[in-house]
Structures are given as structure tokens and as C-alpha cells.
């Protein structure tokens, strides 16, 4: 049976199926795209605060450090979620 051959009624239901998977799909690309962005960011701000440390003795440096190394891995483990 060709799509032609199909009823409209059938037609009509694969198309919004199809539909629905593409704004699906689009939404994922979305959401990883954002935690790819936070990810940098993240990576960025670890860096800065990696030079400013090597010039401070300041527990507090240390403490925002690790605080964005795990905030970092959030995003990518909610995107594979």
C-alpha cells in the first residue's frame, strides 16, 4: 500500500505523529544545545577563577571553584535525561 492508497483518516494521524516527533527531537536538540552553552560557560568562569587562585591564598576562590566544577556536569546529565 502506497501513502496514496492510505485513507486521509490514516494520513492525517501519521502526519501529526511525524509532527510531534520533530517538536520532540527539536526540544532535545534545544536542551542539549543549552547545556553545551552552560557547559562553556562554566568551563570559562572554572578557568578564570583557576588563574585568579594560583594568586591568592583565599579559601573562597577554591570554594566557587568547586562549586561550578559540579554545577558544570548538571546540565549535561538533565540533557541525557
Excluded at 572554572?46 to 546540565?75: M, V
Aim: one cysteine or more; glycine letters at 2%; proline letters at 5%.
Amino acid at each position: 500500500m502506497t501513502p496514496s492508497d492510505k485513507p486521509p483518516d490514516e494520513l492525517d494521524a501519521l502526519k501529526a505523529a511525524l509532527r510531534i516527533e520533530r517538536e520532540a527531537r527539536q526540544q532535545a536538540e534545544a536542551r542539549a544545545s543549552s547545556a553545551e552553552a552552560m557547559v562553556a560557560y562554566y568551563k570559562l568562569q572554572i578557568a578564570k577563577l583557576r588563574r585568579e587562585q594560583y594568586g591568592q591564598s583565599s579559601e573562597r576562590g577554591r570554594q566557587l571553584l568547586d562549586q561550578l566544577e559540579l554545577q558544570r556536569n548538571r546540565p549535561l546529565r538533565a540533557a541525557l535525561c
